[in-house]
């Protein structure tokens, strides 16, 4: 169950915009497991979200532990790990 801002019926339109947010996390998945695809990936997220979900929606599904900890070090090799499993998860949340 995701909240909605205020106002905003789920429709088709919230919909499009959902499957649009999971096709980036495959298609930033797919050409690369860096620190810096995932951030691109959460950055165009929240644009494409803004108008959608409330902030704490946002939050809860992008800002996960595991994004603030590959946001804290992004260039260790664990780091790439933890970045591929983040968008690995993201395509099912």
């Known amino acids: 169950m995701i909240a909605l801002v205020p106002g905003r019926r789920f429709d088709g339109s919230v919909l499009q915009i959902l499957e649009l947010v999971k096709d980036a996390a495959v298609n930033a998945r797919s050409t690369s497991t860096s ?43 664990d780091i790439q790990h933890l970045a591929s499993d983040e968008m690995d998860d993201a395509k099912w949340r």
């Open 35 to 77: 620190a810096a695809a995932l951030t691109s990936w959460v950055t165009e997220s929240e644009w494409r979200l803004r108008n959608v979900l409330l902030r704490s929606e946002i939050d809860r599904l992008l800002h996960t532990p595991r994004y603030w900890h590959v946001v804290s070090s992004p260039h260790t090799t």
